[in-house]
């Protein structure tokens, strides 16, 4: 499985912006496709998650209301929309996918088998 990510930049504190993330290779219809990211001098952490069958999400609390995670299946694709941005939200995303990671691990990085390259993005006080 080959993970695609890209849409980061740069914006201000209160903007907007999508994060697009494309599958390809072998992929699993009970997959859990994910966003991490990390912060210069953090830990790696968890964002968003979408079950491909199904399409239950999950969120961290930091992020609820403010980004909503989506899949389209036809073109194998996750997206991440994230308004209200924060300077906090300053970092490298990163998506992920599994495909089998049950509810009590979805939020831990080391639950996901298939990485993609990061992303930057930069919100600006």
């Known amino acids: 499985v080959q993970l695609q990510a890209s849409g980061g930049g740069l914006v201000q504190a209160g903007g907007s912006l999508s994060l697009s993330c494309a599958a390809s290779?072998?992929?699993?219809?009970?997959?859990?496709m994910g966003w991490f990211r990390q912060a210069p001098g953090k830990e790696r952490e968890f964002v968003a998650a979408?079950?491909?069958?199904?399409?239950?999400?999950y969120y961290a609390d930091s992020v609820k209301g403010r980004f909503t995670i989506s899949r389209e299946n036809a073109k194998n694709t996750v997206s991440l929309q994230m308004n209200s941005l924060k300077p906090d939200d300053t970092a490298v995303y990163y998506c992920?996918?599994?495909?089998?990671?049950?509810?009590?691990?979805?939020?831990?990085?080391?639950?996901?088998?298939?990485w993609g390259q990061g992303t930057q993005v930069t919100v600006s006080s």
């Open positions: 290779g072998r992929t699993f219809s009970s997959s859990v």
């Open positions: 979408i079950r491909w069958s199904g399409g239950n999400t």
């Open positions: 992920a996918a599994d495909p089998a990671v049950g509810l009590a691990v979805v939020k831990l990085a080391r639950a996901y088998k298939y």
